[in-house]
């Protein structure tokens, strides 16, 4: 059974930074690719940035430069560093891996105050 948690959210306030993990089970984890998604209320879930099993990086446009993503095969987890926060990065964060078939999260509750 595949199971994504994540781990990180909290509040914080604009500028402030926050780290973000998701602890994958149940999954080839080095074969896949792992994203990080999020929705605000009353929002559409959106993309904001994924890894390849290669390494290779995506990035929202809203969130370049300020959010860096990051794994570790030997631990199975795929962190997102969250730097310069603002009121609007505030929402729930859901990780994704998809190996094959797409998995999510629970997701996890990020409010950053003006």
């Known amino acids: 059974q595949v199971q994504l948690v994540e781990s990180g959210g909290g509040l914080v306030q604009t500028g402030g930074s926050l780290r973000l993990s998701c602890a994958a089970s149940g999954i080839i984890f080095r074969g896949s690719t792992e994203a990080w998604y999020r929705q605000a209320p009353g929002k559409q879930r959106e993309f904001v940035a994924q890894i390849t099993s290669g390494g290779s990086t995506t990035y929202a446009d809203s969130v370049k430069g300020r959010f860096t993503i990051s794994r570790d095969n030997a631990k199975n987890l795929v962190d997102l560093q969250m730097n310069s926060l603002r009121p609007e990065d505030t929402a729930v964060y859901y990780c994704?891996?998809?190996?094959?078939?797409?998995?999510w999260g629970q997701g996890t509750q990020v409010t950053v105050s003006s």
């Open positions: 994704y891996a998809r190996i094959g078939a797409g998995y």
